[in-house]
């Protein structure tokens, strides 16, 4: 049986009647930018998340890139942000004129790992960007306590963890600001770009909706140079549709992540990454000390609401590409996130380096299965069945 990474027509055909009367209600009303439709969404996505203040945006990086601008990062600032994630992290921050100086990460829930960044700030060093990678919060308490003492804006990137919680509270209301964003593959997937930018301060509030639209206020008079970061209202309309069961999405997705951990975990060879309160200094090789270990896990944080954006393993001792290529050969869709960390991307190639051992230990090492909400137990058993019998090759 074939199970791909992901099936967007699992999730969509099943609204299609929904989503052709959202297309239809907006055809009618001749409104395709900005209007009703938009400002219904982002009223819905602030309740959802619990922030004050929510702006529809063109796409998760132009959330990024709005954030940055509206925060006044610019020429010869820096802006810490970990080297294991997605580009659009590092790669706004170069657009604005600024520098990304690349943290390393946890090995056991992927994100930033506050322990390293410290000795990287400077008078220069403006922001941070902790990224909510995978679906799992960063450690706020220990990146706002940090951004504190060293008087710090903070962005979450929240991409991949919208309704996500840390602590109850909503990944990306916690920071300055918070993005998310919209992709097809996210847990709550538009049908094309889109994305949101989230805030509980007025004053940012204002300055980005005017820097969201060529920084303009009035109608043709330009304080600031600002871009066209603008969400459609057709995109609007049918992320509203979707919106209504995004509920069930997650939830398919916590149980899809909970059956892998309960039938993956007894294998031999299998073992889970360790739980810790906060970055976990020293789970580079939790866990792994049990013997011929050659797959871990990925840990849920008690604390966390993980919503499981990827279910992502590492797979020990060089043999990523190895499993990577028998589920390939079964039909089982995989993918890597990352291949690359951001500081080896040659685009950076003349920023200053520095070891980040965990970001280039992660990229050799990560594979994701598929883990959406559609998945069939029977789709499930499959990929569980090949990585067995992987296991025992």
């Given at each position: 049986m074939s199970v791909p990474l992901l099936d967007?027509?699992?999730?969509?055909?099943?609204?299609?009647?929904?989503?052709?009367?959202?297309?239809?209600?907006?055809l009618q009303?001749?409104?395709?930018?900005?209007?009703?439709?938009?400002?219904?969404?982002?009223?819905?996505?602030a309740e959802l998340v619990g922030a004050k203040y929510a702006i529809g945006c063109s796409s998760g990086t132009d959330a990024i890139l709005l954030a940055l601008m509206a925060l006044g990062i610019g020429e010869g600032d820096e802006v810490l942000c970990p080297s294991f994630t997605f580009f659009a992290t590092a790669g706004c921050v170069s657009r604005v004129g600024a520098i990304p100086v690349f943290v390393d990460s946890c090995p056991a829930c992927f994100n930033i790992d506050l322990a390293k960044a410290g000795e990287l700030v400077n008078e220069n060093t403006k922001a941070i960007i902790p990224v909510h990678l995978f679906g799992q919060a960063a450690d706020m308490d220990s990146v706002m306590e940090f951004a504190d003492e060293n008087g710090l804006a903070v962005i979450e990137d929240a991409a991949q963890a919208i309704g996500a919680r840390y602590k109850?509270?909503?990944?990306?209301?916690?920071?300055?600001?918070?993005?998310?964003?919209?992709?097809?593959?996210?847990?709550?997937?538009?049908?094309?770009?889109?994305?949101?930018?989230?805030?509980?301060?007025?004053?940012?509030?204002?300055?980005?909706?005017?820097?969201?639209?060529?920084?303009?206020?009035?109608?043709?008079?330009?304080?600031?140079?600002?871009?066209?970061?603008?969400?459609?209202?057709?995109?609007?309309?049918?992320?509203?549709?979707?919106?209504?069961?995004?509920?069930?999405?997650?939830?398919?997705?916590?149980?899809?992540a909970s059956y892998y951990l309960e039938k993956l975990s007894p294998l031999d060879g299998v073992v889970v990454a360790s739980e810790a309160d906060c970055c976990c200094v020293d789970t580079q090789n939790a866990g792994l000390r049990a013997s011929r270990a050659k797959i871990v896990l990925p840990v849920a944080y008690k604390h966390n609401d993980h919503i499981w954006n990827q279910f992502t393993l590492r797979v020990l001792d060089g043999r990523r590409e190895e499993l990577r290529e028998f589920l390939i050969e079964r039909g089982i869709g995989c993918e890597v996130y990352y291949p690359v960390p951001l500081h080896r991307q040659q685009c950076f190639d003349d920023l200053p380096k520095r070891p980040l051992p965990v970001s280039e230990q992660l990229a050799g090492e990560v594979l994701s299965i598929p883990i959406y909400p559609e998945l069939t137990i029977s789709q499930k058993d499959e990929v569980i069945a090949a990585i067995a019998a992987w296991l025992t090759e």
């Amino acid at each position: 049986m074939s199970v791909p990474l992901l099936d967007v027509n699992a999730q969509n055909l099943p609204l299609e009647s929904e989503l052709k009367a959202a297309f239809d209600s907006v055809l009618q009303s001749g409104r395709f930018i900005m209007g009703d439709e938009v400002t219904s969404f982002e009223n819905e996505i602030a309740e959802l998340v619990g922030a004050k203040y929510a702006i529809g945006c063109s796409s998760g990086t132009d959330a990024i890139l709005l954030a940055l601008m509206a925060l006044g990062i610019g020429e010869g600032d820096e802006v810490l942000c970990p080297s294991f994630t997605f580009f659009a992290t590092a790669g706004c921050v170069s657009r604005v004129g600024a520098i990304p100086v690349f943290v390393d990460s946890c090995p056991a829930c992927f994100n930033i790992d506050l322990a390293k960044a410290g000795e990287l700030v400077n008078e220069n060093t403006k922001a941070i960007i902790p990224v909510h990678l995978f679906g799992q919060a960063a450690d706020m308490d220990s990146v706002m306590e940090f951004a504190d003492e060293n008087g710090l804006a903070v962005i979450e990137d929240a991409a991949q963890a919208i309704g996500a919680r840390y602590k109850g509270l909503g990944c990306g209301t916690i920071g300055h600001f918070g993005t998310y964003s919209f992709f097809p593959s996210k847990n709550l997937g538009g049908l094309g770009d889109g994305g949101m930018l989230v805030t509980n301060s007025e004053e940012l509030a204002d300055q980005a909706r005017v820097l969201l639209n060529h920084g303009m206020k009035p109608k043709y008079y330009h304080q600031f140079v600002g871009g066209n970061f603008r969400l459609d209202a057709l995109q609007a309309a049918l992320l509203r549709v979707k919106l209504r069961h995004y509920g069930e999405y997650s939830s398919g997705r916590k149980e899809n992540a909970s059956y892998y951990l309960e039938k993956l975990s007894p294998l031999d060879g299998v073992v889970v990454a360790s739980e810790a309160d906060c970055c976990c200094v020293d789970t580079q090789n939790a866990g792994l000390r049990a013997s011929r270990a050659k797959i871990v896990l990925p840990v849920a944080y008690k604390h966390n609401d993980h919503i499981w954006n990827q279910f992502t393993l590492r797979v020990l001792d060089g043999r990523r590409e190895e499993l990577r290529e028998f589920l390939i050969e079964r039909g089982i869709g995989c993918e890597v996130y990352y291949p690359v960390p951001l500081h080896r991307q040659q685009c950076f190639d003349d920023l200053p380096k520095r070891p980040l051992p965990v970001s280039e230990q992660l990229a050799g090492e990560v594979l994701s299965i598929p883990i959406y909400p559609e998945l069939t137990i029977s789709q499930k058993d499959e990929v569980i069945a090949a990585i067995a019998a992987w296991l025992t090759e």
